[in-house]
């Protein structure tokens, strides 16, 4: 009798501790997307056109990238003279890469690896919201220091598998950390400067540190809702 007290006990511990990690996490996330505009606004975002620079050390990359949210993604770079274009258009994927980067200067189906990276920018708002609609998990970890900050760490993994931690800005709910493995590599990239466009909060500034330096992505301009000419996403001919 006490034996089936104890599991009793136990399974009522568990179940109340898996349902407070869960209401811990819905919170999290629901703050999270009202800080960003919240759930009306960012339903009415149908496409993104992003005016950047691509900085590396001691260069600086003029870049832009259009998006189609959920359906299509074209960026492309001026590098020295040469052309660096990357489009996801569905389900599939094609590059154009300067023979300096190794390529031919011709149009290239993407690798499999290439397809399911770029893909992932198909969602400019991030994996956290709508995760339960997109199938994606998210495991509250608990707080954490963030520089000085105190964040809160999620552990999310995609419906397609792909695990990150996110930390979110202790007082603006904003995401300043990602913590990814790609490609076989870990990348940590720093998000902030996080300005209002139509009543969306959008970072401003990326970075991710590499052993050569520190790469930046910073937007100069974005337009919300722009008419996008969709003939930019079909691979040209040779």
Do not use: C
């Not at 832009?64 to 770079?77: A, F, M, P, W, Y």
């Not at 970072?203 to 003939?231: F, R, W, Y």
Request: net charge neutral; glycine share 10%.
């Amino acid at each position: 009798m006490k034996t089936n007290q104890i599991l009793v006990a136990g399974l009522s511990l568990f179940l109340s501790v898996s349902a407070f990690a869960q209401t811990t996490v819905d919170e999290v996330v629901s703050k999270h997307i009202a800080a960003l505009g919240g759930a009306d606004k960012i339903k009415n975002v149908k496409s993104l056109t992003m005016e950047q620079s691509l900085a590396v050390p001691n260069m600086e990359f003029p870049t832009k990238s259009v998006i189609v949210v959920g359906k299509s993604l074209r960026t492309e770079s001026t590098i020295m003279g040469n052309k660096l274009v990357s489009v996801v258009d569905g389900t599939t994927g094609w590059t154009i890469k300067p023979a300096m980067m190794g390529g031919t200067g011709e149009p290239q189906d993407m690798t499999d690896a290439e397809l399911k990276q770029s893909s992932s920018q198909l969602d400019p708002f991030g994996s956290l919201v709508n995760y339960k609609e997109k199938g994606n998990t998210v495991e509250y970890v608990g707080k954490e220091k963030v520089g000085k900050k105190e964040a809160h760490h999620l552990k999310v993994t995609t419906k397609g598998g792909q695990v990150s931690d996110q930390y979110l800005d202790g007082d603006t709910y904003l995401v300043n950390k990602i913590v990814a493995t790609v490609n076989g590599q870990t990348a940590e990239i720093s998000l902030g400067d996080y300005k209002e466009v139509e009543g969306i909060k959008l970072s401003h500034l990326m970075e991710i540190p590499s052993p050569q330096g520190t790469v930046s992505i910073i937007t100069n301009k974005v337009t919300v809702n722009a008419p996008v000419d969709e003939t930019i996403f079909k691979k040209p001919g040779k």
